[in-house]
C-alpha cells in the first residue's frame, strides 16, 4: 500500500467506494445526521493516529467504514448487511491504491439522528504522512 497524505484518506476512499449504478449505495466521506440506506459512511476511528511500523516519519491512520444497511426491524436486513460488506471490501481491494486488511465488529446498532440503523463497522489502518509533498 502506498502512502497517503492524511488530509487524502477519506477523499480516496470514497472514490473507490463511489456508485457506479444504480444499485450502488450512497456514500458519505463526513458525519451526518441522517442516512437512507443502504449507504456507507467514513469516519475516524479511535485511535485515531498511532506510529506507525513502516517508518519514523509515518502514522498509521484507522478509519471505520460503517456499512449502513436498514434501520433495525425485523426482515432481511443481515442479508443486505453481508452483501453491503462484501461490497465495501472487494471495491476498496480493487483500488489501486490497494486497501489493507480490514479488521470488523459483528453486527450492531447504530443511532442516527435519532434513528436505529443495523450497521457494521470495518476498520482500515492506513499508512500516512502528515507533511505536503511526502
Not at 17 to 23: F, K, V, Y
Amino acid at each position: 500500500m502506498s502512502v497517503l497524505e492524511l488530509i487524502d484518506v477519506r477523499m480516496r476512499a470514497a472514490a473507490a467506494l463511489a456508485p457506479t449504478d444504480d444499485g450502488d449505495p450512497e456514500v458519505f466521506a463526513d458525519l451526518v445526521d441522517a442516512v437512507e440506506p443502504p449507504a456507507i459512511l467514513l469516519a475516524w476511528a479511535d485511535p485515531w493516529l498511532v506510529p506507525s511500523t513502516f517508518g519514523p516519519a509515518l502514522l498509521d491512520a484507522s478509519l471505520d467504514v460503517l456499512c449502513v444497511a436498514a434501520r433495525l426491524e425485523p426482515g432481511a436486513g443481515v442479508a443486505v448487511l453481508e452483501e453491503l460488506v462484501t461490497y465495501t471490501i472487494a471495491r476498496l481491494r480493487a483500488d489501486v491504491h490497494s486497501w489493507p486488511a480490514v479488521t470488523s465488529e459483528a453486527p450492531q446498532r447504530l443511532p442516527i439522528g435519532g434513528v436505529t440503523y443495523l450497521a457494521a463497522r470495518l476498520n482500515y489502518r492506513v499508512p500516512v504522512t502528515t507533511e505536503s509533498g511526502g
